[in-house]
């Protein structure tokens, strides 16, 4: 997403706003932070919001897989 809206971002830029923002979407109180630095790091407020978005929507997709492979673990770890 990033990289469609802010092509002039190198991939290194990209990549360590991504991790960034991922960081403190994970964090207690983190989303505002995050969402300072996307808007820090894109030239509008739309394309801070997709890429933002875009973010949530990863990061729910990964605490849901989390999620099915602890249920799915064999008690007693695996």
Do not use: F
Not at 6 to 11: D, G, I, K, Q, Y
Not at 29 to 46: F, P, T, V, Y
Not at 54 to 63: E, I, Q
């Amino acid at each position: 997403m990033l990289e469609r809206h802010e092509p002039r971002l190198s991939v290194m830029q990209r990549i360590a706003v991504v991790d960034a923002a991922a960081y403190w979407v994970e964090s207690a109180g983190g989303d505002e932070l995050a969402w300072a630095l996307l808007e820090a790091s894109c030239r509008s407020s739309a394309a801070a919001g997709r890429t933002y978005s875009a973010l949530l929507t990863a990061v729910g997709s990964a605490r849901e897989a989390d999620a099915l492979s602890d249920r799915t673990r064999a008690p007693g770890g695996a």
